[in-house]
């Protein structure tokens, strides 16, 4: 059936007990059934677009009320799908809602599918693919600048970008088409190596700097691992704590106090980052010791990044330099802490055996230079090349994989072009790369492409 003949209804809202529960009803029966529904105190002879309506749900078949309510009508096609929309606002509780949607669904609405309300946004034309995928970044955002990208997107960053790039393909792909139709109105040689030079500039590069800037995307939407790692009693645990401004981790000047791992997430400069706290390194004391310490070498392994701390107010030991030789020496910082004591590593001593390394010194006990170790953390892990005044565009792994693809069919024409080859297979290429770009965006998709993307959502959005 077509899905324009098919009116869907959802709770919108987490299921429990709550302020507010919404239901959402959309298609062209939503009227029709909010009129069955719903009852207020003076008589409602058409509903008005955009206006909250006070009064209860009843149950057609009982006239009973079931819950006093607001109801609301968005009319096609400015609504979240483009259809009409009803809205019901009631209490929320675990039976409330779904009495209600039983009744609805008796009305003449069946159930939503995950993610069904967006879709038919998508498939009556009011946002694209990118835009789509966008919605579903922004409710699982963990950080600021993960809202910020997502928000971006949702606005028609990423749209906007690709349609740009398209126009100029399709312009190209139009006038090496006039070339194989006319083949002695122009001076071949200058076209071709001013397409060509268009087509690098205008199409390559761009999708290539698309491509690149997929690796900033884990950062920001999942975040990373930070793991705290150093011998015992240097002040991990207390770090930790200070990070997540309360006591979570046990701290007591005995060795070994840290036996399990801890994991806490914490938001560093709007990065999310997840904080592991470790046991410390020392000469094994037994089977417990001992399996924290393989805990620790594993979260080792798993880290974005290690920051290695030393107490500045002891001398080093062969522990510190035994975990110094583990750290990934790419993705590490040297965290002094203790400098609120006087200090038993002198700069020299520090310098020498850090030398590869960025080094912040903090007290974990008084909060000094947590600043610094913030802003180190954030420069280690994002690219300088990324301007946090303005907001990137960062592709997902979708587009990631179909600008690839594309960019290996603009390449093949790029080198045909230049070299002379016939337009013909020039044309292809181009088309093929078109018709990538197309998926992006779903201009050009598949039941397979959809149903990826929108099995992504809970049902109700
Ligand atoms: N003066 C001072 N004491 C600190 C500082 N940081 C931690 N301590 C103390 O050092 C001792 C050990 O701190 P923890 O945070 O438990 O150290 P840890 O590295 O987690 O220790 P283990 O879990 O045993 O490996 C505690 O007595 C803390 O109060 C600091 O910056 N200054
Ligand atoms: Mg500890």
């Known amino acids: 059936m077509d899905y324009k003949e098919e009116t869907i209804a959802a709770i919108a809202t987490p299921i429990g007990i709550g302020g507010i529960g919404i239901i959402r009803i959309s298609g062209h029966n939503a009227e029709d059934i909010a009129r069955k529904i719903f009852r207020s105190k003076s008589q409602i002879k058409s509903f008005d677009s955009f206006r909250l309506y ?23 096609p400015f609504s979240y799908t483009r259809e009409d929309v009803v809205e019901v606002n009631s209490h929320s509780g675990y039976a409330i809602l779904s009495h209600m949607l039983q009744i ?23 946002i ?60 071949p040689k200058l076209t071709k190596s ?33 793991v705290i790692a150093g011998r015992v009693n240097v002040g991990k645990s207390s770090i930790l704590n200070r990070f997540l401004q309360e006591d979570r981790a046990i701290v007591t000047p005995i060795p070994g106090t840290t036996r399990d791992i801890l994991e806490y997430m914490v938001t560093i400069e709007g990065l999310p980052v997840k904080l592991v706290d470790t046991a410390g390194m020392r000469k094994v004391k037994g089977e ?3 399996k924290g310490v393989d805990l620790t070498n594993t979260q080792l392994g798993l880290a974005d990044l ?22 990934d020496t790419t993705a590490t910082i040297v965290v002094l802490n203790k400098i609120d004591l006087p200090a038993k590593l002198s ?27 913030n802003e180190a953390i954030f420069n280690a892990v994002v690219s300088k090349k990324i301007d946090m005044f303005s907001t990137p565009i960062i592709p997902n792994l979708r587009h990631k994989t179909t600008l690839t ?15 002379g080859f016939p337009l013909e297979i020039v044309a292809e290429d181009l088309s093929w790369a078109k018709n990538a770009i197309d998926e992006i965006t779903g201009n050009k998709t598949t039941e397979e492409i959809l149903s990826n993307i929108f099995s992504k959502f809970c049902i109700g959005k």
């Open 347 to 373: 700069d020299k001593k520090i310098n020498t055996v850090f030398q590869r390394f960025p080094k912040v010194a903090v007290s974990a006990l008084t909060g000094k230079e947590f600043n610094t170790l």
């Open 405 to 419: 693809n594309a960019s290996m069919f603009l390449e093949k024409a790029f080198i045909n072009l230049i070299n």
């Open 306 to 327: 290690t920051l290695l701390v030393i107490d500045r107010s002891r001398p080093l030991n062969k522990y510190d330099l035994h975990l110094l030789q583990k750290v």
């Open 194 to 226: 001013h397409l060509a030079d268009r087509l690098n500039e205008k199409v390559l590069k761009p999708i290539k700097q698309l491509i690149a800037a997929y690796t900033q995307r884990k950062i920001w939407h999942e975040g990373i691992a930070v």
């Open 288 to 290: 417990v010791e001992r």
């Open 104 to 126: 609805i669904l008796r009305t003449g609405a069946r159930l939503a599918r995950p993610g069904e309300f967006t879709l038919r946004a998508f498939l009556n034309g009011r």
């Open 54 to 76: 006070l009064g209860h749900i009843i149950d057609p078949e009982s006239n009973l009320p079931i819950d006093e309510v607001l109801l609301s009508i968005m009319r096609a």
């Open 128 to 187: 694209d693919l990118t835009q789509a995928e966008a919605i579903i970044d922004l409710v699982n955002a963990k950080g600021d600048m993960s809202v910020r990208l997502a928000t971006n997107q949702l606005v028609g960053g990423l749209k906007t970008k690709i349609s740009e790039i398209r126009q100029v393909l399709i312009e190209i792909l139009t006038e090496i088409e006039c070339s194989i139709d006319f083949p002695d109105e122009e001076s």
